[in-house]
């Protein structure tokens, strides 16, 4: 069985924290969690929830011996996990310590993201946060955690070919997209790969339609000053390449298109103009559900850098 080691709260540092729930694209995200914590030389935490209830009508009281069997069951899932983390990280490896809960798993990664340096899910799984992390618990998860969430679908990212990609990441030129920046300048900088930086101009809700005012001239503006914005970083992270593009396009579009040769996709939770609500509302849902890699979703600035 999987050792039950001290609540994540009680590391030394800001662990890195990935929920599974025996599902394949569950496994998908401790191996990327792993990778990443082996990265940041930061502590991994696996958990999993024994939670019962959730759906409609009554809740099950569940008798001693199926909460021991669910339990085991729940020590079994963390015990594939760890192993498929230790593989995605070879001698690299983080140290890493497991926790079967009771608790909604929601409620659970909410609490927990007020002591950890990222939250990692997968995409869909089974039972507890099973019937899909894109549903109910992916949203709740992203719109309250207290540290950058990142969505795991069913690639992992952590191949070779994946790890030579560079990593995406979608601006706004407001002060909103400065977290997501200096995650996605970070996680460059320390995979040794470039970063495309895209600021996708679709802002129709102003009445201004840039296709017919003169995109040409708007487009060097907005270049001018998204350049301006990224020159701290250059200064701070002189090794990452970077590719600025701006262009004339929906936001979800743009970045999916720019996620098909990206190991990672890294997004602010909300912007203006075209990025309005983004991966709160319609947005979230189109750019979540679609990108095959990695996505990484940044309320604030990171904790524990």
Same mark, same amino acid.
């Given at each position: 069985?999987?050792?039950? !080691?001290?609540? !994540?709260?009680?590391? @030394?540092?800001? !662990?890195?924290?990935?929920?599974?729930?025996?599902?394949?694209?569950?496994?998908?995200?401790?191996?990327?969690?792993?990778?990443?914590?082996?990265?940041? %030389?930061?502590?991994?935490? #696996?958990?999993?929830?024994?939670?019962?209830?959730?759906?409609?009508?009554?809740?099950?009281? !569940?008798?001693? $011996? +199926?909460?021991?069997?669910?339990?085991? $069951?729940?020590?079994?899932?963390?015990?594939?996990?760890?192993?498929?983390?230790?593989?995605?990280?070879?001698?690299?490896?983080?140290?890493?310590?497991?926790?079967?809960?009771?608790?909604?798993?929601?409620?659970?990664?909410?609490?927990?993201?007020?002591?950890?340096?990222?939250?990692?899910?997968?995409?869909?799984?089974?039972?507890?946060?099973?019937?899909?992390?894109?549903?109910?618990?992916?949203?709740?998860?992203?719109?309250?955690?207290?540290?950058?969430? @990142?969505?795991?679908?069913?690639?992992?990212?952590?191949?070779?070919?994946?790890?030579?990609?560079?990593?995406?990441?979608?601006?706004?030129?407001?002060?909103?997209?400065?977290?997501?920046?200096?995650?996605?300048?970070?996680?460059?900088?320390?995979?040794?790969?470039?970063?495309?930086?895209?600021?996708?101009?679709? +802002?129709?809700? %102003?009445? #201004? $339609?840039?296709?017919?005012?003169?995109?040409?001239?708007?487009?060097?503006?907005?270049?001018?000053?998204?350049?301006?914005?990224?020159?701290?970083?250059?200064?701070?992270?002189?090794?990452?390449?970077?590719? &600025? &593009?701006?262009? #004339?396009?929906?936001?979800?579009?743009? #970045?999916? $298109?720019?996620?098909?040769?990206?190991?990672?996709?890294?997004?602010?939770?909300?912007?203006?103009?075209?990025?309005?609500?983004?991966?709160?509302?319609?947005? %979230? @849902?189109?750019?979540?559900?679609?990108?095959?890699?990695?996505? @990484?979703?940044? &309320?604030?600035?990171?904790?524990?850098?």
């Amino acid at each position: 069985m999987a050792p039950r !080691p001290a609540a !994540p709260q009680r590391h @030394t540092e800001p !662990p890195i924290i990935a929920a599974v729930d025996g599902s394949a694209v569950g496994y998908h995200a401790a191996a990327w969690a792993a990778a990443e914590a082996a990265l940041h %030389s930061r502590p991994l935490h #696996l958990v999993t929830s024994i939670a019962i209830g959730g759906g409609f009508g009554p809740t099950p009281i !569940p008798t001693e $011996d +199926d909460m021991s069997w669910l339990h085991l $069951d729940g020590e079994r899932i963390l015990l594939e996990a760890a192993r498929i983390a230790r593989a995605a990280t070879g001698e690299h490896r983080a140290v890493i310590t497991t926790e079967v809960t009771t608790d909604a798993i929601i409620g659970h990664l909410i609490e927990a993201s007020k002591h950890a340096r990222a939250i990692v899910v997968g995409s869909r799984g089974l039972g507890a946060i099973r019937r899909g992390l894109l549903g109910s618990v992916a949203s709740e998860i992203i719109r309250h955690a207290e540290c950058p969430v @990142t969505v795991v679908h069913a690639m992992s990212a952590t191949d070779a070919v994946s790890a030579v990609e560079s990593v995406l990441v979608g601006v706004d030129g407001t002060e909103n997209s400065v977290p997501a920046l200096e995650l996605a300048f970070e996680e460059a900088s320390r995979r040794n790969v470039g970063l495309v930086v895209l600021h996708a101009w679709s +802002d129709r809700s %102003s009445g #201004l $339609d840039p296709s017919i005012i003169g995109w040409d001239e708007m487009r060097a503006s907005e270049d001018a000053l998204l350049a301006e914005s990224l020159a701290g970083f250059a200064e701070r992270y002189p090794e990452v390449k970077v590719d &600025r &593009r701006v262009v #004339l396009d929906r936001p979800v579009r743009s #970045l999916l $298109d720019a996620a098909e040769h990206a190991q990672l996709v890294v997004v602010g939770s909300h912007g203006r103009g075209g990025f309005t609500g983004m991966l709160l509302g319609s947005t %979230s @849902t189109a750019l979540v559900h679609s990108v095959e890699c990695p996505i @990484t979703v940044v &309320r604030q600035r990171l904790r524990g850098r």
